[in-house]
């Protein structure tokens, strides 16, 4: 099963938009997908302790545990990714091991391109994530109406989509 989780708590999100896109096409394609929303699920900020037994804890831990590999679609914030998704990281941290883990971002502007790799390399280094090596980075611009204006992003959505999913078998297989 791949996981789509959307991290923006936003009601207007571009990062949801990208998540439900890719969610769409693995369906399209007969993967197994489930799709985590955090507006949905809120979780507790994560405090070490009495956070950790919080029922939506053990929800998100449920989906991220039963998934070969996840999508994570992320607003990105002040260089970095959203507060929800590195709290939900923190509080489900081993469910992430040995996981294909692929990034979906959207950010206001290029100049954070690379702003996923602190994220990245902590799933690398801490859990063991096998990180798909190309992601989607969105700007305003990609949408329009509610939806991907932009080819190109749409087919870099599609491609993260199905490389998690190629490598969340192969890891699962291994």
Same mark, same amino acid.
């Given at each position: 099963?791949?996981?789509?989780?959307?991290?923006?708590?936003?009601?207007?999100?571009?990062?949801?938009?990208?998540?439900?896109?890719?969610?769409?096409?693995?369906?399209?394609?007969?993967?197994?997908?489930?799709?985590?929303?955090?507006?949905?699920?809120? %979780?507790? +900020?994560?405090?070490?302790?009495?956070?950790?037994?919080?029922?939506? /804890?053990? @929800? #998100?831990?449920?989906?991220?545990?039963?998934?070969?590999?996840?999508?994570?679609?992320?607003?990105?914030?002040?260089?970095?990714?959203?507060?929800?998704?590195?709290?939900?990281?923190?509080?489900?941290?081993?469910?992430?091991?040995?996981?294909?883990?692929?990034?979906?971002?959207?950010?206001?502007?290029?100049?954070?391109?690379?702003?996923?790799?602190?994220?990245?390399?902590?799933?690398? %280094?801490? +859990?063991?994530?096998?990180?798909?090596?190309?992601?989607?980075?969105? /700007?305003? @611009? #990609?949408?329009?109406?509610?939806?991907?204006?932009?080819?190109?992003?749409?087919?870099?959505v599609a491609e993260v989509a199905r490389m998690t999913a190629r490598l969340g078998r192969a890891l699962k297989a291994a």
């Amino acid at each position: 099963m791949i996981l789509v989780v959307s991290s923006s708590l936003g009601p207007e999100s571009n990062s949801r938009i990208l998540a439900k896109e890719a969610h769409r096409v693995l369906v399209q394609d007969g993967v197994d997908a489930s799709f985590l929303d955090l507006r949905d699920c809120p %979780l507790p +900020f994560c405090d070490g302790g009495p956070s950790l037994a919080h029922a939506n /804890v053990a @929800e #998100a831990k449920k989906f991220i545990g039963k998934a070969d590999g996840i999508v994570v679609a992320t607003p990105i914030y002040n260089y970095d990714s959203n507060a929800a998704v590195k709290n939900l990281v923190e509080m489900t941290c081993g469910e992430w091991d040995n996981k294909a883990v692929g990034f979906l971002c959207a950010a206001g502007g290029m100049g954070s391109y690379m702003s996923i790799m602190s994220l990245a390399n902590s799933l690398m %280094l801490d +859990f063991r994530s096998v990180i798909v090596p190309r992601f989607a980075y969105a /700007v305003g @611009e #990609a949408f329009s109406g509610g939806v991907i204006s932009d080819p190109g992003v749409a087919d870099r959505v599609a491609e993260v989509a199905r490389m998690t999913a190629r490598l969340g078998r192969a890891l699962k297989a291994a």
